[in-house]
């Protein structure tokens, strides 16, 4: 199960890099810049015209593995996007951490207990139960009389 475990741990990262590499390549400088122009914020701040037939109100970021025509999502829900999927995937992690931990934990108890129970029943044992004690006494006469 941890091996498992481990194996999906490391595929999500090798996704989570590739994701990060087509994030990177497609939010280049020169579309980053592009959609800074269409914004009223570069009117203010550069004296020049703008030159795009529509303006938006924040710099736009593109997803990977979307619509390539798109002009992308605000940066803010993006990164409430991403701050809401790590919630989500680390309280999943917990959660299986927590599930084998409890499991560890009741198969840990069921093994004491049982040695707990194997343990009173050989306190609990007679230790004399095959000897055989007898009153009489023998005399030295008829001993010695057994014995040859």
């Not at 498992?4 to 390549?25: A, G, Q, R, W």
């Not at 550069?46 to 030159?51: A, F, G, I, R, T």
């Not at 037939?53 to 409430?80: A, E, H, N, R």
């Not at 409890?102 to 029943?121: A, G, N």
Request: include cysteine; charge should be negative; charged fraction near 25%.
């Amino acid at each position: 199960m941890k091996l498992v475990k481990y194996l999906l741990y490391i595929i999500f990262l090798v996704v989570s890099l590739i994701f990060i590499i087509n994030l990177m390549e497609e939010n280049n400088e020169s579309f980053i810049r592009d959609t800074f122009y269409k914004t009223n914020i570069s009117k203010y701040s550069s004296n020049l015209s703008d030159s795009s037939d529509y303006t938006i109100d924040q710099v736009m970021v593109k997803i990977p593995f979307t619509d390539p025509d798109s002009s992308g999502i605000k940066v803010w829900i993006f990164f409430l996007a991403v701050l809401t999927c790590g919630v989500i995937l680390g309280f999943f992690i917990a959660l299986v951490q927590i599930i084998s931990q409890k499991r560890e934990i009741i198969y840990q108890r069921s093994k004491l207990k049982k040695m707990q129970s194997e343990l009173d029943t050989l306190r609990n044992q007679n230790i004399d139960e095959d000897l055989v004690l007898s009153d009489e006494l023998v005399d030295e006469n008829e001993s010695e009389s057994l014995v040859q």
